[in-house]
């Protein structure tokens, strides 16, 4: 995501209201954020892909399919991976694999420091494999992809990374009883999760980190839950911010929005880059911010991270706190409290401090959220909203059928919305699931759609365990060790760990009874 965008163009994952000239409206939250085409640096002081080799996989372009395009070169890809051995050894080794998600595979490999600062106790070999569409794994040039997107599925990606596990166990280490264990977050610990359920022979137990696996319709999922979290993170850092925020989108669409002058006035007081001619580009500056609370609330790490913008820059520590402390007062007028919010948005916006205006008409800059948007629109269709009653917000009411109709207009697609019960089986998916750690921070807005608990005789029979962070934003524990880190993401590591010990453990017991018939 650029610093500033149309926000009636591309979607990235929760909140769809409207729509726009036929198109998806208010753009939802991904997952991860920004996107390049470079490498993406860690929170380290060094690139560690310099400790790695690039590895290309000819990978079946559609795995479901016995049929053969006429141009034989259209019948594979290129997908790109990363092989990390240095602490691998082959007598009592075993393979770590990170998932990719919806982004170049180099952001992953620098900043998972859960796998690094444990390959040395486990001598294992890390792979990192970047997920079919995204970074450079494309199956077709630019300028054909749109024309090619029916292949852009979690099923694919995962029968992808099938294949590469099973190479890399068979010709590359030569040993296919090898412990394999994964790990993934976000939509990264979903592909763990259903990775897991449907080729448990290929890894032996997944670290899931902030996997919202029930967000999907039929799953009893509070639709409002995201909102409510990222307006628990304000509320907590003081009295005043989350009135003012919920305040301020009032002030913003009513008073100032409704007349020219009233336009002028916001947009001379909040600095757009371009004159607000309408209500519509009101609301595109109203999303706009209000989106900022949502990444600052994923990236409400307890210490400065360039890990959501990208390494583009550096947030603060607890950025939420940051962006509050301009909104700890109570305002004496309308501008000032506008004025204020857009101070604090700029937390995340401006986190470099040369942005001189606030730009809705600037084009997105990352293809990623408009994958994202078909994904979405076929098998990941989760409904969210607001109601700026129980959050900060101000009224989004999920309209499937407006949506469906949306999703129809923009990819000539209709979402599956019982993919999450038929596909992945809902909340029974824990009956049928095993050695899976489902970790989850109470400051991360998607924790509302994880799984925080397991029937105590499930986590005994199928070995699950739920790990909480209560002071962790999103994924915080596959992040490197820092000085800062609280006590609870200090245990969450050590239990990830020890279950990951007993995965391998378990693992050689198997096939050393194997090996004894």
Same mark, same amino acid.
């Given at each position: 995501?650029?610093?500033?965008?149309?926000?009636?163009?591309f979607?990235t #994952?929760?909140?769809?209201? =409207?729509?726009?000239?036929?198109? #998806?409206?208010?753009r939802?939250?991904?997952?991860?954020?920004?996107?390049?085409?470079?490498?993406?640096?860690?929170?380290?002081?060094?690139d560690?892909?310099?400790?790695?080799?690039?590895?290309?996989?000819?990978?079946?372009?559609d795995?479901?399919s016995?049929s053969?395009?006429?141009?034989?070169?259209?019948?594979?890809?290129?997908?790109?991976?990363?092989?990390?051995?240095e602490y691998?050894?082959?007598r009592?080794?075993?393979?770590?694999?990170?998932l990719g998600?919806?982004?170049?595979?180099?952001?992953y490999?620098?900043?998972?420091?859960?796998?690094?600062?444990?390959?040395?106790?486990?001598?294992?070999?890390?792979v990192?494999?970047?997920?079919?569409?995204?970074?450079?794994s %494309?199956p077709?040039?630019?300028?054909?992809l749109?024309?090619?997107m029916?292949?852009?599925t979690?099923?694919?990606?995962?029968?992808?990374?099938?294949?590469?596990?099973?190479?890399?166990?068979?010709n590359?280490?030569?040993?296919?009883?090898?412990?394999?264990i994964?790990?993934? @977050?976000?939509?990264?610990?979903? #592909?763990?999760?259903?990775?897991?359920?449907?080729?448990?022979?290929?890894?032996d137990?997944?670290?899931?980190?902030?996997a919202?696996i029930?967000t999907?319709?039929?799953e009893?999922?509070?639709? @409002?839950?995201f909102?409510?979290?990222?307006?628990?993170?304000?509320?907590?850092?003081?009295?005043?911010?989350?009135p003012?925020?919920?305040?301020?989108?009032d002030?913003m669409?009513?008073?100032f929005?409704?007349? %020219? =002058?009233?336009?002028?006035?916001?947009?001379?007081?909040?600095?757009v880059c371009?004159?607000l001619?309408?209500?519509e580009d009101?609301?595109?500056l109203?999303?706009?911010?209000?989106?900022?609370?949502?990444y600052?609330?994923?990236g409400?790490?307890?210490y400065?991270?360039?890990?959501?913008?990208?390494?583009?820059?550096?947030?603060p520590a607890?950025?939420?706190?940051?962006?509050?402390e301009y #909104?700890?007062?109570?305002?004496? *007028?309308?501008?000032?409290?506008?004025r204020?919010?857009? %101070?604090?948005v700029?937390?995340?916006?401006n986190? =470099?401090?040369?942005?001189?205006?606030?730009?809705?008409?600037?084009?997105?800059?990352?293809?990623?959220?408009?994958f994202?948007?078909?994904?979405?629109?076929?098998?990941?269709?989760m409904?969210?909203?607001r109601?700026?009653?129980h959050?900060?917000?101000?009224?989004?009411?999920?309209?499937t059928?407006?949506?469906?109709?949306?999703?129809?207009?923009?990819?000539?697609?209709?979402?599956?919305?019982?993919?999450?019960?038929?596909?992945?089986?809902?909340?029974?998916?824990?009956?049928?699931?095993?050695?899976?750690?489902?970790s989850?921070?109470?400051?991360?807005?998607w924790?509302?759609?994880?799984?925080?608990?397991i029937p105590?005789?499930?986590?005994?029979?199928n070995?699950?365990r739920?790990?909480?962070i209560?002071?962790?934003a999103?994924?915080?524990d596959?992040?490197f060790?820092?000085?800062?880190?609280?006590?609870?993401?200090i245990?969450?590591?050590?239990?990830?760990?020890?279950?990951?010990?007993?995965w391998?453990?378990e693992? *050689?017991?198997i096939?050393?009874s194997?090996s004894?018939q």
């Amino acid at each position: 995501m650029a610093v500033a965008q149309v926000l009636c163009l591309f979607l990235t #994952l929760p909140f769809f209201a =409207s729509l726009c000239q036929g198109r #998806l409206s208010s753009r939802p939250r991904r997952f991860v954020t920004h996107y390049h085409n470079g490498h993406h640096k860690g929170t380290g002081a060094s690139d560690l892909i310099d400790r790695c080799r690039l590895e290309w996989y000819s990978a079946t372009l559609d795995h479901f399919s016995f049929s053969q395009h006429i141009k034989a070169d259209e019948n594979t890809f290129k997908l790109r991976y990363y092989i990390c051995d240095e602490y691998y050894k082959k007598r009592g080794g075993s393979l770590f694999v990170y998932l990719g998600n919806e982004a170049d595979v180099t952001l992953y490999l620098n900043n998972t420091g859960l796998m690094w600062e444990s390959a040395e106790r486990h001598h294992a070999m890390l792979v990192f494999l970047e997920h079919r569409f995204y970074g450079k794994s %494309k199956p077709y040039p630019a300028r054909k992809l749109g024309n090619h997107m029916k292949y852009l599925t979690t099923e694919q990606a995962m029968a992808d990374y099938a294949n590469v596990i099973h190479h890399l166990k068979a010709n590359v280490l030569e040993d296919v009883e090898v412990p394999v264990i994964g790990f993934g @977050g976000s939509y990264g610990g979903m #592909l763990c999760t259903y990775f897991r359920l449907k080729y448990p022979s290929l890894m032996d137990g997944a670290i899931a980190a902030s996997a919202p696996i029930w967000t999907y319709f039929g799953e009893g999922y509070d639709r @409002g839950s995201f909102a409510k979290i990222v307006t628990h993170d304000a509320s907590i850092t003081n009295a005043h911010c989350a009135p003012n925020v919920r305040r301020s989108w009032d002030i913003m669409m009513n008073r100032f929005g409704t007349s %020219k =002058s009233g336009r002028d006035i916001l947009g001379k007081t909040v600095k757009v880059c371009s004159a607000l001619e309408n209500e519509e580009d009101v609301k595109d500056l109203v999303d706009m911010f209000a989106e900022s609370w949502d990444y600052l609330a994923m990236g409400n790490f307890p210490y400065e991270s360039a890990y959501i913008i990208d390494g583009e820059g550096v947030l603060p520590a607890y950025p939420v706190k940051a962006a509050c402390e301009y #909104l700890n007062e109570e305002f004496d *007028s309308d501008e000032e409290l506008v004025r204020a919010l857009a %101070k604090a948005v700029g937390v995340y916006y401006n986190f =470099s401090g040369s942005l001189s205006c606030y730009d809705i008409h600037a084009p997105p800059s990352s293809e990623t959220e408009n994958f994202w948007s078909y994904q979405f629109c076929t098998e990941h269709f989760m409904p969210m909203e607001r109601d700026g009653i129980h959050d900060m917000f101000y009224d989004q009411f999920f309209n499937t059928t407006a949506e469906i109709e949306a999703c129809q207009n923009m990819w000539g697609v209709h979402p599956d919305t019982n993919r999450g019960l038929v596909e992945w089986q809902g909340k029974h998916i824990l009956e049928f699931l095993s050695n899976v750690v489902f970790s989850n921070g109470l400051l991360d807005p998607w924790s509302g759609g994880g799984v925080l608990q397991i029937p105590a005789g499930l986590q005994r029979r199928n070995n699950l365990r739920t790990v909480i962070i209560p002071e962790g934003a999103h994924h915080l524990d596959l992040m490197f060790s820092n000085p800062k880190d609280p006590e609870s993401v200090i245990h969450a590591r050590r239990v990830e760990n020890d279950m990951i010990a007993s995965w391998i453990r378990e693992k *050689s017991m198997i096939t050393s009874s194997f090996s004894e018939q």
